[in-house]
């Protein structure tokens, strides 16, 4: 039995806006040919995927600082709902995103994530922050912070790039390897394996056989859990080997 096809509203010359499975939205870029999020439900991986098995929200559930790098910032879906999980928390949260184009203001009011968060401030505060960098060039990195919330953000290419040491988690969603197989290579999982802490985790909805191998080729240790209910089967963790004592 075909799937209904899923609701869809044209935003410009480039984007539409798709109602996923869950109820929350996500973006489908005609050029790219592909969504910035499982159709499955955007929300649901969102959690799913990146907040739980990054241990990122037991992290913040608990009242421990953190600090998260996203590859593939995207429509700001990751940071709203982590930084919306400090806030329930009263956790301190260094948050880094890195991607060629920013969301604009604009698009960004257009979804529905208020719906989708406990402190729906959030999302107007990340509004203005756009707004108030809308002319950010490429190469650029700048942040603001927001009560316990530190935010940065890096306009580029992640292979042009040197980020921070010292993260507990790294988002990888960047679009998929079909889509952008630049990002999904060795040299830039080594560069990432660099800047995570020991025990840290990189977490992404990507198992295929060529990003295994290329993850555990820099040292990461991986494991394939179960994907969010109805969405991908399998998801993978890629783990940072503590340091043994000598």
Known sequence: MNRPARPRIRFDD???????????????????????????????ESRSVFLINSGVASRLQSGRAT?????????GLNFLLTADLAFQHHASLEYWGCDT??????LLRRLDYERWIAHPELKDWLV???QSFAMMKTGETRGCDFGSVQFHVHR?????????????????????PRACPELWTTEVFQMLFGTVLPGGT?????????VQDALRAVGF???????????????????KPMLLDV
Request: charged residues 25%; negative net charge; proline residues 5%.
């Open 14 to 44: 480039q984007l539409w806006i798709v109602t996923t499975d869950d109820g929350s939205e996500t973006l489908f870029d005609e050029q790219v040919g592909d969504t910035f999020h499982s159709e499955s439900g955007a929300a649901a």
């Open 67 to 75: 600090r998260v790098l996203e590859i593939g910032f995207g429509t």
């Open 101 to 106: 184009r920013i969301i604009s203001p604009e």
């Open 128 to 130: 203005h922050w756009l």
């Open 156 to 176: 580029g290419d992640v292979r042009d790039w040197s980020p921070p040491y010292g993260f507990d988690a790294i988002y990888f969603d960047a679009f998929s």
């Open 202 to 210: 990189l977490v992404t909805y990507c198992c295929r056989r060529a």
């Open 221 to 239: 240790e991986l494991n394939k859990i179960p994907g969010p209910v109805g969405g991908k089967r399998e998801v993978l963790v890629a783990r």
